[in-house]
Each structure stands twice: as C-alpha cells, then as structure tokens.
C-alpha cells in the first residue's frame, strides 16, 4: 500500500501562491492517479486537481482553474500541486489521494494522506 505525506501548507497573503507537495513511500507513484482535494472548515470536502499515473491527463476546478497547475515527478515519488494568486476562499485543509483512475470524484481515491493546512489572509 502507498503511505502519503503532504507537505508545503502554510500562513499567505492573498495574492502570494505556494506550492504544495505530496511525497509517496510504499510503492511507486506511477501506478496511481493522484488527486488534491480540500476541505475548508463546515465544507464538505471537494476536488481541486487530478493528475494521470504518466502526467499526460489533468483536470482542474472551475474554482482553480488558471490559477493551479498539477505536476508529479515518479522519479521522486512525489506530486505537486502549485496555487498561484491565492484568495481568501482557498483556505482550507489541502489532502492528496492516490486512486486506480484521474477522476474529479474523491470517492474514486482509496489512499489519503493527512493533509496539510493552507490559510489565506486578506
């Protein structure tokens, strides 16, 4: 089984961006699509970016869209997630989740990780 950690969270101002990281051990990445959800407090928790098992296939939030780009490395385990021009709605508590298939629905996604928090200020 695939364990998850992400890392890369952090206290923002809005406007600034920062790039979030979820690094993978136990088997290899290029098996799995990967996904970044979120959950914002009293929120149900929605998808944000999903990546392919090779890359080639990505799929963004109208909410993120322009703004996010999804990126792995299988090299190095590790996917990324880069938010750019962040806002005030974006905070929230930013999981990663490995899956069979690049599907937006999070129910698809059979491993998480714990996740890690983002807070945007204006």
């Known amino acids: 089984q695939v364990q998850l950690v992400e890392s890369g969270g952090g206290s923002v101002q809005a406007g600034e961006s920062l790039r979030l990281s979820c690094s993978a051990s136990g088997r290899t990445l290029s098996s799995y699509a990967m996904g970044w959800f979120r959950q914002a407090p009293g929120k149900e928790r929605e998808s944000v970016a999903v990546i392919s098992g090779s890359g080639a296939y990505k799929s963004y939030a109208d909410s993120v869209k322009g703004r996010c780009t999804i990126a792995r490395d299988n090299g190095k385990n590790t996917v990324y997630l880069q938010i750019n021009s962040l806002k005030v709605e974006d905070t929230a508590v930013y999981y990663c989740?490995?899956?069979?298939?690049?599907?937006?629905?999070?129910?698809?996604?059979?491993?998480w990780g714990q996740g890690t928090q983002v807070t945007v200020s204006s």
């Open positions: 989740a490995a899956g069979p298939r690049a599907t937006m629905d999070l129910y698809d996604y059979t491993r």
